[in-house]
C-alpha cells in the first residue's frame, strides 16, 4: 500500500479536487461517485492541510458526511489562501542535496564553473558523486527560474550565481512594499506571495474589495498562453467541460487575447479556431485541461485575424462572437424601455449608462428612457437587463439595421419573457 504524501509531483489532480470542494460547490464524499473513498480521503487531508486556518468542516443533515468550505473573511482580502497549492510540489532527497550544495560553490558572485567542474567539486569537497549530466540538468533548470545565469566560454557553458531576491530586497527599500501592492495580482501573485513568505512578512498595508481568489489555480495555463500569444504560436487546448467531465476534446488555434470578467473574475482565451474559420472562440480556462505549443502562426495570417478581432470587439458585450464571421455577419440592436422616477430614482438611468457598454440612452417621454446597443450576441446581455425587472416597459430585438423583428429575434424576445414568467412562478408573483 502506498503511503500518503502531502507533497505532489503533479498538481493537476489535485487542482480538479481543489476546484470541486471550492468553486463548484462543497461537496462531500457522495458526490465523487468515480473516486474510491480513500482517493477522496487523501486529497481531502491533503487540501486541509495545505489550507490550515481557511477550512471550514460542517457535518450535512443527518449528520453522516462532512462538506468542507472556505471560510472567507475579510483578512483573506490581504492574501490568497490558494497560493499554497503552488507551494506544495514534491522533490527528491537528491534535488534537495543538489539545490544546497550548488548554490553554496557559487555562492561568491565571481565564480563560474561548468557542469563537469560542478560535478567535480561535489566529489571532492562533500563527498557527493553526481553525474555531470545531472548537474547540467539541474543548473539549467535555475537558469530557467532565474537563480543562476550561463554563458559559453570556449565550448564550455559556465554557470555563475544571478542575483538573488534578497539582495534586490536590500538595494530596493520600496520594493517589499511594492510587492505587498500586488501580491494578489498578476504579475506577482504567487511569486510576491512567495518572497513575502520566505521573508516571513505579510501584507498589513493593502487590500483588494473584490478579489477572485480560485481563479489563481489556472494561472499555469494562463503562463502557457501568454507565452503563445508573446511568441505568436499556435496551440492544441484539451479542453474539458466542468459539466461532463466524460467528455473532452481538443481545440487547435492561435490564442490572440486574455479577456477577464471584472464581475466574477472568470478569464477566458480569445482563439483563432485554425480548424473552423467562421468565428473567433472563447475558451473558459478552468475548463481548458492541457496547453501544447505547437509551430510559429503564419505572421500575416497573426495580423490579419488580430486586425478582425480589434473589429469585432466593438459589437460583443461579454465573450461571444457567434454568429458573427470575422469582420462581417449578422449583427442584433437590443431596445430596452425603462421607467424610473427622474427625481429620486436618477441612479437608474446612470446605471445604463454606466453599465451599457457604450449603448445610447434617451428620455423618450416624463420617466421613461430607452437604452439602445447593437450587439453579437443578445443573449449575453440579459442576465444584466433581468436587473432592471420591474422597471422594464418593453424589450425589443431587431436586426441591426433597425428592420423589422425577425424569425430569429422573436425566439429570443420570447426566451427573455418565458424567463421571467418562470422566475415570477418559483417565487409565486
Known amino acids: 500500500m502506498s503511503e500518503f504524501q502531502e507533497l505532489i509531483k503533479n498538481i493537476d489532480k489535485c487542482r480538479d479536487y481543489v476546484r470541486d470542494f471550492f468553486v463548484y460547490g462543497f461537496k462531500s464524499r457522495s458526490d465523487f461517485p468515480g473516486k474510491s473513498a480513500r482517493t477522496y480521503d487523501d486529497e481531502r487531508r491533503r487540501i486541509v492541510s495545505w489550507l490550515e486556518g481557511y477550512i471550514s468542516e460542517d457535518l450535512t443533515q443527518g449528520g453522516r458526511s462532512k462538506n468542507i468550505s472556505l471560510q472567507i473573511d475579510q483578512k483573506l482580502l490581504e492574501t490568497n489562501p490558494l497560493f499554497r497549492v503552488w507551494q506544495a510540489a514534491s522533490f527528491t532527497d537528491r534535488d534537495l542535496i543538489l539545490h544546497f550544495y550548488i548554490l553554496k560553490i557559487l555562492e561568491d558572485k565571481g565564480e563560474a564553473y561548468s557542469a563537469p567542474q560542478l560535478s567535480e567539486i561535489l566529489i571532492d569537497r562533500y563527498g557527493i558523486n553526481a553525474d555531470w549530466q545531472i548537474v547540467r540538468r539541474k543548473c539549467n533548470e535555475y537558469v530557467d527560474e532565474g537563480l543562476l545565469t550561463s554563458y559559453k566560454e570556449g565550448k564550455s557553458l559556465k554557470y555563475r550565481r544571478g542575483i538573488l531576491y534578497g539582495e534586490l530586497m536590500e538595494e530596493t527599500e520600496s520594493l517589499t512594499d511594492m510587492i ?3 501580491a494578489l495580482d498578476l504579475p506577482l501573485g504567487y511569486v510576491g506571495h512567495t518572497i513575502l513568505s520566505m521573508q516571513d512578512d505579510d501584507n498589513t498595508f493593502f487590500g483588494v474589495k473584490h478579489s477572485f481568489p480560485t481563479f489563481t489555480l489556472e494561472d499555469e495555463i494562463l503562463l502557457s498562453l501568454l507565452e503563445a ?3 505568436k504560436r499556435k496551440v492544441k487546448l484539451r479542453i474539458q467541460s466542468n459539466r461532463r467531465m466524460h467528455e473532452a476534446f481538443d481545440v487547435t488555434g492561435i490564442p490572440l487575447q486574455i479577456f477577464v470578467s471584472t464581475r466574477t473574475g472568470r478569464r477566458f482565451v480569445c482563439l483563432c479556431n485554425t480548424d473552423r474559420r467562421s468565428s473567433f472562440d472563447c475558451m473558459r480556462l478552468d475548463q481548458i485541461k492541457e496547453v501544447k505549443l505547437l509551430e510559429q502562426a503564419d505572421e500575416q495570417e497573426e495580423k490579419k ?14 465573450v461571444s462572437f457567434r454568429p458573427l464571421v470575422r469582420g462581417k455577419g449578422r449583427l442584433q ?6 421607467s424610473a422616477d427622474e427625481h429620486t430614482e436618477s441612479f437608474i438611468v ?4 454606466r453599465e451599457g457598454e457604450g449603448g445610447s440612452v434617451e428620455k423618450i417621454a416624463d420617466n ?3 437604452y ?3 450587439v453579437v450576441d443578445v443573449i449575453e446581455m440579459f442576465p444584466w437587463i433581468r436587473t432592471f425587472t420591474g422597471r422594464i416597459v418593453e424589450l425589443k430585438i431587431y436586426g441591426s439595421n433597425g428592420n423589422t423583428l425577425s424569425e430569429e429575434n422573436t425566439v429570443l424576445e420570447k426566451m427573455f419573457y418565458d424567463d421571467l414568467e418562470r ?3 418559483i417565487y409565486g408573483i
Do not use: M, N, P
Open 372 to 374: 439602445e446597443k447593437t
Open 350 to 353: 446612470q446605471r445604463l449608462i
Open 333 to 338: 440592436k437590443l431596445i430596452l424601455t425603462v
Open 305 to 318: 485575424q488580430r486586425a478582425y478581432l480589434e473589429k469585432d470587439k466593438e459589437y460583443i458585450w461579454g
Open 180 to 182: 505587498k501592492c500586488f
Open 423 to 425: 422566475s415570477f412562478d
Open 368 to 370: 421613461t428612457f430607452r
Open 229 to 231: 500569444i508573446h511568441d
